[in-house]
């Protein structure tokens, strides 16, 4: 007996030890690395990969070379991808609610998005594409948008009959029809080509969008008009996270919290350096609208509000304008 226990043991010994490989998360966006989004991905990598050593393992995948606009979402849901960061403006396909972030001029700056991003109502939204299979796991800053063109757009009719590149959002289009001007749909990562070549005359981007992409190298003259903001959601596929080990989700979901941080804190100084080297450049005309040709800018695309409102809801509507400082 003794001498079939201890062959048993030795026996169990010799077995290999199964080795749990490590949970890869890919995470997939379409900026660049030194932008808040791009920093924000490496932030979390670095620290998914500290905290959760041999748990964990994470891809960053920049400036769409894994997807872009056009695949991204689907890769997601087919499990392709585990993480992405698109804009607010980019989930028209699966809620309306969202739009909210696309209406010009809702917010009176990038602290009030902030501040929203706290509040419940913000947190519900969280979860408004779950039904599609898509959880919301934060907001991440990145800033407000400036128009940019082949000419000076001092005021709404400057736009008439100007092409703009947007990203595929109908609150978008409406903006642009709403002061006359032709937008066109198109992927981020079309953009520069779209821009250099003059497919397209103009644009509308954060100072970091405007930096990384040189599109200040294409277009002689932006506008520094505030009037719409780009933040984004992280997002997963509800599958791959329910399906994840209790004990690692949480870690996951604090260096999210962390990461956010950082992120939403940052994204204004990132945007401020790259919005000083646009006026350092010498490549374009910087040029500030005055209050009032801002205000003429927001009369002519307040209209899309009112037109968007039952599809995003009063209420939401509501509680984005009531984080503003001066309501
Ligand atoms: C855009 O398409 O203009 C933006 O959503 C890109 C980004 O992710 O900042």
Redesign the pocket.
Known sequence: MRRFLCFLFTGLLALPVLAQEPILIRFS???ADD?P?GKGALLFKKLAEERLAGKVRVEVYPNSTLYG?ADEMEALLDGRVELL???L??FDRYTSKLQLFDLPFLFDDAEAVKRFGRREKSRELLRSMVNHGISGLAYWS?GLKQLSADRPLLLPEDARGVSFRI?NSAVLQSQFEAVGARPVRL??GD?YKALASGQVQGAE??WS?IVSQNVHAVQSHIMESNHGV?H?MLITSTRFWNGLPYAIRVELDDIIEEVTQMVNAEAEALNARDRARIAASGKTRLITLTPEQRAAWREAMLPVWKQYEAAIGADVIRAALAVNRGS
Do not use: G, I
Request: glycine residues 0%.
């Open positions: 966006h379409v900026v932008t989004k606009d960061a698109p804009s403006s980019k990145n990203q992927a981020f953009m981007n954060p969008n780009l984004y």
